[in-house]
């Protein structure tokens, strides 16, 4: 059975490991929502407003990017004892693991979702609203959000098909906010995992003592 202080050593290295990932991640994060800025790599998009609302919120850039960026600061400063934790005790580890997880899951959550609805509403982008053989009116909106009767996730025949532009805008949209979602999700998983080490490790400096 391991000893306390060999329990303790583990629990900061981990520490370590798990604020690397969760910066790591943050940084993908901030990455893929600001691709999604510029569709195509083409700029003329963000300058005439025509991005997405949930790109344009911006939650992989705050919330999984820079939020979850303070706590992994946090977490691999806990791990290493730099600075003010270099003599922190239980309690003050353990305060700023809530405080660290806290942050870094609310980031993570709220990234989750915009990323989640922004899947199910799919991209802005140039449509033909026409109906009934009437003239072609093409105008700028989420064709996908009120498709009831079709999935254009599942229906990839309609991914070059519905958006006129820009070029491309369904595989641009789906990609990287997939990627988002795919992140958020890992990144409340290093969370609560991190919560639990932060727990073992309170548990075993009592037990020490």
């Known amino acids: 059975m391991l000893s306390s202080p060999g329990v303790m050593a583990c629990s900061r290295t981990c520490s370590r490991i798990l604020g690397l990932s969760l910066g790591t991640t943050a940084l993908f994060a901030a990455g893929a929502n600001t691709v999604l800025l510029f569709p195509n790599w083409d700029v ?21 990017g820079l939020m979850v960026l303070i706590a992994a600061t946090l977490i691999s400063m806990t791990g290493w004892r730099y600075g003010c934790f270099s003599e922190s005790g239980p ?51 989420y064709p996908f959000k009120d498709l009831h009767n079709r999935n254009y996730l599942y229906d990839r025949s309609l991914w070059n098909s519905v958006c006129l532009e820009p070029s491309k805008a369904v595989i641009w949209h789906v990609s990287f906010f997939s990627t988002l979602l795919c992140v958020s999700l890992l990144q409340i998983l290093l969370v609560v995992i991190h919560f639990i080490n932060s727990f073992l490790g309170l548990f075993c400096s009592l037990c020490e003592k």
């Open 44 to 64: 003329s998009y963000l300058l005439r407003g025509l991005i997405g609302k949930q790109a344009m919120l911006g939650s992989g850039l705050w919330g999984g």
């Open 91 to 141: 309690c003050q580890s353990m305060l700023t693991a809530l405080l660290s997880s806290s942050l870094a899951f609310l980031g993570a959550l709220i990234c989750f979702i915009t990323s989640g609805v922004a899947l199910k509403d799919g991209p802005l982008c140039m449509f033909d609203d026409s109906s009934f053989n009437q003239m072609q009116a093409w105008k700028y909106g």
